[in-house]
Each structure stands twice: as C-alpha cells, then as structure tokens.
C-alpha cells in the first residue's frame, strides 16, 4: 500500500495550487489531507468519503479548499485557494476506513509535499 502525494510549491498569498495523492495497493473507504506547520501539532484539512463523495473540512479552509477524488485513478485532489501565508505547512495525504478528523487515526500516510504561502 503506497500513498503518493505531488503539487506543492512556493505560492504568494491568494493564489492557488492544487495537491493530488494518488493511493495504489487498495482502495481506501476515507481519504483526507493533514498539514503540519514548523513547530505545531499535525492538523485535520479535509477528508472525502469514497463512496458516495461526501466532504469533509477544517474551519480554518472551508470555503477555500476543496476536495475531490477520481475513483478511476483512485486519486485524491486538494484544490486550494486564496491562500493565505498561515496555510505554510508540509502537507499529508492520510487514508483510512472511517473518516476522523483525528491525525492519530490514520494508519496510511503519504511523504508530505511543502506548501509555501509568501505575503
């Protein structure tokens, strides 16, 4: 089971960028992003239910980041925009069967991608 994340990159603040992580080996019932700011705990992102699509997002993103996911490619997107420089973290894809917004529940992780927000 493999959970390969891409898209991160160096961004100003309000512009867009747009993560995907790509899951092989499996299919997961719940997949979802984390983030991780230098010196700061994991946190919750987003989250999408395979079955069914439905969302799932952190306060602090809703409105500006979306979910998606491409059953064929068993791939997960995060579109994300109007960034702000507080958005600045490693971010994860995560997987598990039930959705948490709890990082310490998940068992599959991607290697994280850097996201850089620039005021």
Same mark, same amino acid.
């Given at each position: 089971?493999?959970?390969?994340?891409?898209?991160?990159?160096? #961004?100003?603040?309000?512009?867009?960028?747009?993560?995907? /992580?790509?899951? *092989?080996?499996r299919?997961?019932?719940?997949?979802?992003?984390?983030?991780?700011?230098?010196?700061? &705990? !994991? &946190?919750? #992102?987003?989250?999408?239910i395979?079955?069914?699509?439905?969302?799932y997002?952190?306060?602090?993103?809703?409105?500006?980041? =979306?979910? *998606? !996911?491409? $059953?064929?490619?068993? =791939? $997960?997107?995060?579109?994300?925009?109007?960034? !702000?420089? &507080?958005? =600045?973290? $490693? %971010?994860? /894809?995560?997987?598990? !069967? %039930?959705?948490?917004?709890?990082?310490?529940?998940?068992? %599959?992780?991607?290697?994280?991608?850097? #996201?850089? $927000?620039?005021?």
């Amino acid at each position: 089971v493999q959970l390969q994340a891409s898209g991160g990159g160096l #961004v100003q603040a309000g512009d867009s960028l747009g993560l995907s /992580c790509a899951a *092989s080996g499996r299919t997961f019932r719940t997949m979802g992003w984390f983030r991780q700011a230098p010196g700061k &705990e !994991r &946190e919750f #992102v987003a989250a999408i239910i395979w079955s069914g699509g439905n969302t799932y997002y952190s306060d602090s993103v809703k409105g500006r980041f =979306t979910i *998606s !996911r491409d $059953v064929a490619k068993n =791939t $997960v997107y995060l579109q994300m925009n109007s960034l !702000r420089p &507080e958005d =600045t973290a $490693v %971010y994860y /894809c995560a997987a598990q !069967r %039930y959705y948490y917004s709890d990082y310490r529940r998940y068992d %599959y992780w991607g290697q994280g991608t850097l #996201v850089t $927000v620039s005021s």
